[in-house]
C-alpha cells in the first residue's frame, strides 16, 4: 500500500510541457492517407485510446503493443506533409517529436508515391530521432507495376526500412522484429546527414550548427544541424521556441544568414533548401524504383475521368450525398424510435415499479429520476444510432477514396465561402441534425476550415426544427404553411453563407495563403473491420463526452418545471403558469417583444427548446392547453418488457432494411405513415397567440437561435468551451436581430 504511493510520488508531476513518458515510446508520422492509423490499429488492436491533442481540436491516438516482453506505447501523429509550421497539425506533430522525444519513430510512406512521402521523411531524418521507415501500401505499388529496392533504400538513408501492406497485416512480423531491436540497443542510433544543400547553404549550416552546438542550454533539446537548417528556413515555430529559451541571438545570426545567401544565389533560403531537398529525393528515388517500360493508365485514372468531370461528376456527387444523407438522417431514425421506445417504455416502468415497491411511487424522486434522469440519457442515446450511421459513411466515402473527388468537386463551390469542399458534407448532414453536422467536420484537415464549417452548420434547419414550423405553420397559414418552410430552409442556407462570408473576413482571415492542392488517392477498397472500429470508437467518445451537458440540461429543465413559485403550489406537481419556468420566461419575454412574440408562454418554449427544438411544440402544448392527458399505463410483466423490446429491435432492424432497400428507384417497401392530426386545441391557442407576422418572426427566431444542448455539447467537445460559448451567443445575436427586422419591416409595410 505504502509502496504504490511513494512509486507515484516519485514519478515527475505531469505538466503541460513534459510529456509524461512510462517504458518504450513509438511516434507514428506519415502524410495523411499512407495508412498511418490502419497501421497503428493493425498493431495495438484494441488497446488503444482516443482523445485530443491538449487545446487542439486535434485527434491524438494512443495505444501500446507487447513486443518480445516489452511494452511499446504508439503514438499516432496527425498526418502531415512536412515538419514546419504551415498548420496546427504539422505544429502538433512537431512539438511532439521535439519535446516528447520518442525513442523511436516510424515514419509510414505509401510506396506508391515516394516522391512526395520522403519530404516528411527526410525532414524527420534530420531531427536525429531513431527513425524506421515503414514502406506500406506495397500492394498498390505492385499493382502498378512499381518496382522498389527496399535495401537499397535502406542503405542510401541509412536507416531500416520494412515493408508492409497494412490494410492485409503484411510485413508486421517484421517490423515488430525491428521494434524489438530497437528497444535492444543500448547506443542511441542516429541517422547520418541525408540531404546535401550545396556548399554555400551548408557553410551557413555548418556555422550556425556549431553556434548551437556551443549553447548548452540549446545543443541539449535539438540536433544542431537540424536546427541550423529550420532557422535558415526560417520556420516561425523553431524561431518561437528558441526565442522562448535565451536563443535569440541565434535567430537573428540566421537572418543574417539567410539573407547573405538570397543576396549571394539570388533565392530565398528556403527555397533553397526546399529545392535541394526535392532534387536529392528525385535523385534517391530514381536510384530505388523501376517503373514498368509504360506507366500505364491505372483504373483510377479511368474512374477519375468521369466522376471528377466538371459536368457528369455533379449528379454522381448528389446521387452519393442523398444516399448518405437519407441513411443518416431518415434510416437510423428506426434505431431512434426503438431507443425512445425502450427508454419511455419498459425502461421507465422499471423505475416507476422499483420506486412503487419501496414506497416512493409519484414523489418527486420518481419525476426526477423519470422526467429528468432517464429522459436526460434518452435525450444522448438517441443520437447514437445517427451518428453511428454517420461515422460509417463517412468513413466509407473517405476510405474509398471518393471523399476526395467530392472535396475536388465542390471546391469551386465552396471556395466562396471561404470553405473546403469537404465542408459540403458537414453542412449537408446538417439539414438532418446539427451533431453530426458538427462530427462530421472531422473529415477536414486542417483546423480553421474544420472551426468554420463547425460554427456554419447550425444554421441549417434540422429536422427537429420542422415540428416546429408545421404546428405554428399550419395553425397560422394552413395548407400556405409548405411554402414558409420551404422558405425557413433557404433563408437559413442563405444566412450561412453571410456569416461564412463574415467571418472569412474578419475572424478567420487566412495569414498566409497556403498552397492548396487536393490530392486524388488511387480507389481503393474499404477495408469493413477498419470502417467498423472507426465507427465504434467515436460513438463511444460521443457518449462520454455528451451525457453529462445533457443530464444537467435536463435535469435543469425539470427544476424550472418542478419548482413552485406561489407558496400555494406544491413541489414537482406545478401548474404551468406557476413554475419556475414560468417566473424565468416572464423575466424574458420583453426581449422578445420588439419581435412580435413577447408572451411569457412562447418565451418558456424557447428556454425548453435548448434542450432540443421538438420541445419547443410540447412546451407551447403544455403552456397554452394545460397538462396533455397522460396515456394508462397498461400493467406489464418482465418478462414481457424483455419481450418487447428484443421484438422491437428485430422490427427496428428490420425497418432499417426495407428503407434502405427502399432507396433503390422504383422500389418502395414502406407503408407510408399516416400523419398526425394536430390538436385542435393547440391550433386555436396558437392563432390567439400569434398574428402571421409575429408566427413567422418567431419561425425565424427559433430557425436561427442558439443550437440545441447536444449540438452545444458538440461543439464544446470538438472545438472547446470558447468556441461553443461564441457559438451560443452569437446565434442568439442572429436570430434577435433577424426576428425583429422581420417583425418591424413586415409592419413598415403594414403587414401585421
Ligand atoms: P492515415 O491517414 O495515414 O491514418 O491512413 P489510414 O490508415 O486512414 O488509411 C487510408 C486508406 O488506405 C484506408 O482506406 C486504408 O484501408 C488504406 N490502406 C492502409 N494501408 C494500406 C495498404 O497497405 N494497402 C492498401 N492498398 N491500402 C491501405
Ligand atoms: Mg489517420
Same mark, same amino acid.
Given at each position: 500500500?505504502?509502496?504504490?504511493?511513494?512509486?507515484?510520488?516519485?514519478?515527475?508531476?505531469?505538466?503541460?510541457?513534459?510529456?509524461?513518458?512510462?517504458?518504450?515510446?513509438?511516434?507514428?508520422?506519415?502524410?495523411?492517407?499512407?495508412?498511418?492509423?490502419?497501421?497503428?490499429?493493425?498493431?495495438?488492436?484494441?488497446?488503444?485510446?482516443?482523445?485530443?491533442?491538449?487545446?487542439?481540436?486535434?485527434?491524438?491516438?494512443?495505444?501500446?503493443?507487447?513486443?518480445?516482453?516489452?511494452?511499446?506505447?504508439?503514438?499516432?501523429?496527425?498526418?502531415?506533409? #512536412?515538419?514546419?509550421?504551415?498548420?496546427?497539425?504539422?505544429?502538433?506533430?512537431?512539438?511532439?517529436?521535439?519535446?516528447?522525444?520518442?525513442?523511436?519513430?516510424?515514419?509510414?510512406?505509401?510506396?506508391?508515391?515516394?516522391?512526395?512521402?520522403?519530404?516528411?521523411?527526410?525532414?524527420?531524418?534530420?531531427?536525429?530521432?531513431?527513425?524506421?521507415?515503414?514502406?506500406?501500401m506495397m500492394d498498390a505499388a505492385q499493382a502498378r507495376g512499381l518496382h522498389i529496392d527496399v535495401e537499397r533504400l535502406s542503405r542510401l538513408l541509412g536507416v531500416?526500412?520494412?515493408?508492409?501492406?497494412?490494410?492485409?497485416?503484411?510485413?508486421?512480423?517484421?517490423?515488430?522484429?525491428?521494434?524489438?531491436?530497437?528497444?535492444?540497443?543500448?547506443?542511441?542510433?542516429?541517422?547520418?546527414?541525408?540531404?546535401?544543400?550545396?556548399?554555400?547553404?551548408?557553410?551557413?549550416?555548418?556555422?550556425?550548427?556549431?553556434?548551437?552546438?556551443?549553447?548548452?542550454?540549446?545543443?541539449?533539446?535539438?540536433?544542431?544541424?537540424?536546427?541550423? @537548417?529550420?532557422?535558415?528556413?526560417?520556420?516561425?515555430?523553431?524561431?518561437?521556441?528558441?526565442?522562448?529559451?535565451?536563443?535569440?541571438?541565434?535567430?537573428?545570426?540566421?537572418?543574417?544568414?539567410?539573407?547573405?545567401?538570397?543576396?549571394?544565389?539570388?533565392?530565398?533560403? $528556403?527555397?533553397?533548401?526546399?529545392?535541394?531537398?526535392?532534387?536529392?529525393?528525385?535523385?534517391?528515388?530514381?536510384?530505388?524504383?523501376?517503373?514498368?517500360?509504360?506507366?500505364?493508365?491505372?483504373?483510377?485514372?479511368?474512374?477519375?475521368?468521369?466522376?471528377?468531370?466538371?459536368?457528369?461528376?455533379?449528379?454522381?456527387?448528389?446521387?452519393?450525398?442523398?444516399?448518405?444523407?437519407?441513411?443518416?438522417?431518415?434510416?437510423?431514425?428506426?434505431?431512434?424510435?426503438?431507443? $425512445?421506445? @425502450?427508454?419511455?417504455?419498459?425502461?421507465?416502468?422499471?423505475?416507476?415499479?422499483?420506486?412503487?415497491?419501496?414506497?416512493?411511487?409519484?414523489?418527486?424522486?420518481? #419525476?426526477?429520476?423519470?422526467?429528468?434522469?432517464?429522459?436526460?440519457?434518452?435525450?444522448?442515446?438517441?443520437?447514437?444510432?445517427?451518428?453511428?450511421?454517420?461515422?460509417?459513411?463517412?468513413?466509407?466515402?473517405?476510405?474509398?477514396?471518393?471523399?476526395?473527388?467530392?472535396?475536388?468537386?465542390?471546391?469551386?463551390?465552396?471556395? @466562396?465561402?471561404?470553405?473546403?469542399?469537404?465542408?459540403?458534407?458537414?453542412?449537408?448532414?446538417?439539414?438532418?441534425?446539427?451533431?453530426?453536422?458538427?462530427?462530421?467536420?472531422?473529415?477536414?484537415?486542417?483546423?480553421?476550415?474544420?472551426?468554420?464549417?463547425?460554427?456554419?452548420?447550425?444554421?441549417?434547419?434540422?429536422?427537429?426544427?420542422?415540428?416546429?414550423?408545421?404546428?405554428?405553420?399550419?395553425?397560422?397559414?394552413?395548407?400556405?404553411?409548405?411554402?414558409?418552410?420551404?422558405?425557413?430552409?433557404?433563408?437559413?442556407?442563405?444566412?450561412?453563407?453571410?456569416?461564412?462570408?463574415?467571418?472569412?473576413?474578419?475572424?478567420?482571415?487566412?495569414?498566409?495563403?497556403?498552397?492548396?492542392?487536393?490530392?486524388?488517392?488511387?480507389?481503393?477498397?474499404?477495408?469493413?473491420?477498419?470502417?467498423?472500429?472507426?465507427?465504434?470508437?467515436?460513438?463511444?467518445?460521443?457518449?462520454?463526452?455528451?451525457?453529462?451537458?445533457?443530464?444537467?440540461? #435536463?435535469?435543469?429543465?425539470?427544476?424550472?418545471?418542478?419548482?413552485?413559485?406561489?407558496?400555494?403550489?406544491?413541489?414537482?406537481?406545478?401548474?404551468?403558469?406557476? #413554475?419556475?419556468?414560468?417566473?424565468?420566461?416572464?423575466?424574458?419575454?420583453?426581449?422578445?417583444?420588439?419581435?412580435?412574440?413577447?408572451?411569457?408562454?412562447?418565451?418558456?418554449?424557447?428556454?425548453?427548446?435548448?434542450?432540443?427544438?421538438?420541445?419547443?411544440?410540447?412546451?407551447?402544448?403544455?403552456?397554452?392547453?394545460?397538462?396533455?392527458?397522460?396515456?394508462?399505463?397498461?400493467?406489464?410483466?418482465?418478462?414481457?418488457?424483455?419481450?418487447?423490446?428484443?421484438?422491437?429491435?428485430?422490427?427496428?432492424?428490420?425497418?432499417?432494411?426495407?428503407a434502405t432497400l427502399s432507396l433503390l428507384p422504383g422500389v418502395n417497401l414502406m407503408d407510408d405513415a399516416p400523419e398526425e392530426a394536430p390538436d385542435a386545441a393547440?391550433?386555436?391557442?396558437?392563432?390567439?397567440?400569434?398574428?402571421?407576422?409575429?408566427?413567422?418572426?418567431?419561425?425565424?427566431?427559433?430557425?436561427?437561435?442558439?443550437?440545441?444542448?447536444?449540438?452545444?455539447?458538440?461543439?464544446?467537445?470538438?472545438?472547446?468551451?470558447?468556441?461553443?460559448?461564441?457559438?451560443?451567443?452569437?446565434?442568439?445575436?442572429?436570430?434577435?436581430?433577424?426576428?425583429?427586422?422581420?417583425?418591424?419591416?413586415?409592419?413598415?409595410?403594414?403587414?401585421?
Amino acid at each position: 500500500m505504502s509502496r504504490a504511493c511513494c512509486d507515484v510520488a516519485a514519478r515527475p508531476a505531469p505538466t503541460a510541457e513534459t510529456h509524461v513518458r512510462v517504458g518504450f515510446h513509438v511516434a507514428l508520422a506519415g502524410n495523411p492517407n499512407c495508412g498511418k492509423t490502419t497501421l497503428f490499429n493493425a498493431l495495438t488492436g484494441s488497446h488503444q485510446h482516443v482523445g485530443n491533442w491538449p487545446g487542439k481540436t486535434i485527434e491524438r491516438k494512443e495505444g501500446h503493443v507487447e513486443i518480445g516482453g516489452s511494452r511499446i506505447t504508439l503514438v499516432d501523429l496527425p498526418g502531415t506533409y #512536412s515538419l514546419s509550421a504551415f498548420s496546427t497539425e504539422e505544429i502538433v506533430a512537431m512539438d511532439y517529436l521535439l519535446d516528447a522525444q520518442p525513442d523511436a519513430v516510424l515514419v509510414v510512406l505509401d510506396a506508391g508515391n515516394l516522391e512526395r512521402n520522403l519530404y516528411l521523411a527526410t525532414q524527420i531524418l534530420e531531427t536525429g530521432l531513431p527513425v524506421i521507415i515503414v514502406l506500406n501500401m506495397m500492394d498498390a505499388a505492385q499493382a502498378r507495376g512499381l518496382h522498389i529496392d527496399v535495401e537499397r533504400l535502406s542503405r542510401l538513408l541509412g536507416v531500416p526500412v520494412v515493408p508492409t501492406v497494412a490494410r492485409s497485416e503484411r510485413g508486421l512480423d517484421a517490423l515488430k522484429a525491428q521494434l524489438a531491436a530497437e528497444v535492444m540497443r543500448t547506443q542511441p542510433r542516429r541517422p547520418e546527414r541525408v540531404v546535401d544543400y550545396g556548399r554555400e547553404v551548408e557553410r551557413e549550416i555548418a556555422r550556425l550548427a556549431a553556434l548551437a552546438g556551443a549553447e548548452p542550454s540549446v545543443a541539449a533539446h535539438y540536433d544542431p544541424r537540424w536546427l541550423a @537548417v529550420k532557422l535558415l528556413e526560417g520556420d516561425s515555430a523553431v524561431e518561437a521556441r528558441l526565442a522562448a529559451n535565451g536563443g535569440a541571438p541565434l535567430v537573428s545570426t540566421a537572418r543574417e544568414a539567410a539573407s547573405r545567401l538570397e543576396n549571394m544565389l539570388g533565392d530565398e533560403a $528556403d527555397i533553397l533548401i526546399t529545392d535541394r531537398r526535392y532534387g536529392y529525393i528525385n535523385g534517391l528515388v530514381r536510384k530505388v524504383v523501376t517503373r514498368p517500360p509504360l506507366d500505364r493508365r491505372t483504373r483510377s485514372d479511368h474512374i477519375d475521368q468521369i466522376v471528377t468531370h466538371p459536368v457528369f461528376g455533379l449528379p454522381i456527387f448528389f446521387a452519393m450525398m442523398w444516399v448518405v444523407f437519407q441513411m443518416t438522417a431518415n434510416v437510423s431514425s428506426h434505431f431512434v424510435d426503438w431507443i $425512445d421506445g @425502450v427508454i419511455g417504455g419498459p425502461l421507465t416502468r422499471w423505475v416507476v415499479a422499483a420506486l412503487g415497491a419501496v414506497g416512493l411511487g409519484g414523489t418527486w424522486l420518481e #419525476s426526477l429520476l423519470t422526467e429528468g434522469v432517464i429522459a436526460g440519457v434518452g435525450g444522448v442515446l438517441v443520437f447514437v444510432p445517427v451518428l453511428a450511421f454517420t461515422y460509417f459513411f463517412i468513413a466509407l466515402l473517405e476510405d474509398s477514396g471518393y471523399m476526395a473527388r467530392a472535396a475536388f468537386l465542390m471546391d469551386r463551390f465552396m471556395h @466562396v465561402l471561404g470553405l473546403h469542399g469537404k465542408s459540403f458534407i458537414p453542412m449537408l448532414l446538417g439539414i438532418g441534425c446539427s451533431v453530426p453536422g458538427v462530427y462530421a467536420t472531422r473529415t477536414l484537415e486542417n483546423e480553421r476550415d474544420r472551426l468554420l464549417t463547425g460554427l456554419l452548420v447550425p444554421f441549417m434547419s434540422c429536422g427537429a426544427r420542422l415540428p416546429v414550423y408545421l404546428v405554428v405553420g399550419v395553425a397560422i397559414f394552413g395548407a400556405r404553411a409548405g411554402t414558409l418552410v420551404f422558405a425557413l430552409y433557404i433563408l437559413g442556407m442563405v444566412v450561412a453563407l453571410l456569416v461564412g462570408l463574415l467571418l472569412k473576413h474578419t475572424l478567420f482571415r487566412q495569414r498566409e495563403e497556403m498552397p492548396f492542392v487536393i490530392e486524388l488517392p488511387p480507389y481503393r477498397l474499404p477495408s469493413f473491420k477498419g470502417v467498423l472500429r472507426h465507427t465504434w470508437l467515436r460513438t463511444r467518445e460521443f457518449i462520454k463526452h455528451a451525457t453529462s451537458i445533457i443530464l444537467i440540461a #435536463s435535469v435543469v429543465v425539470w427544476l424550472l418545471v418542478s419548482i413552485p413559485i406561489s407558496p400555494a403550489g406544491s413541489f414537482a406537481n406545478v401548474e404551468a403558469g406557476d #413554475s419556475a419556468l414560468a417566473a424565468l420566461s416572464r423575466w424574458m419575454a420583453p426581449a422578445f417583444e420588439p419581435a412580435g412574440f413577447g408572451s411569457w408562454q412562447t418565451a418558456s418554449s424557447l428556454v425548453t427548446g435548448f434542450v432540443a427544438k421538438e420541445v419547443i411544440v410540447s412546451t407551447l402544448s403544455v403552456v397554452y392547453v394545460g397538462e396533455a392527458p397522460e396515456a394508462p399505463v397498461e400493467p406489464s410483466t418482465f418478462v414481457q418488457d424483455v419481450a418487447e423490446i428484443g421484438l422491437s429491435f428485430a422490427q427496428a432492424a428490420w425497418d432499417t432494411l426495407r428503407a434502405t432497400l427502399s432507396l433503390l428507384p422504383g422500389v418502395n417497401l414502406m407503408d407510408d405513415a399516416p400523419e398526425e392530426a394536430p390538436d385542435a386545441a393547440l391550433v386555436g391557442a396558437l392563432r390567439q397567440a400569434f398574428t402571421p407576422l409575429s408566427a413567422v418572426a418567431f419561425l425565424v427566431f427559433v430557425l436561427l437561435t442558439a443550437p440545441c444542448v447536444t449540438t452545444m455539447g458538440a461543439l464544446r467537445h470538438e472545438f472547446g468551451t470558447k468556441w461553443m460559448a461564441f457559438s451560443v451567443g452569437f446565434m442568439l445575436a442572429i436570430a434577435w436581430t433577424a426576428s425583429v427586422l422581420v417583425y418591424q419591416g413586415g409592419r413598415l409595410l403594414g403587414l401585421g
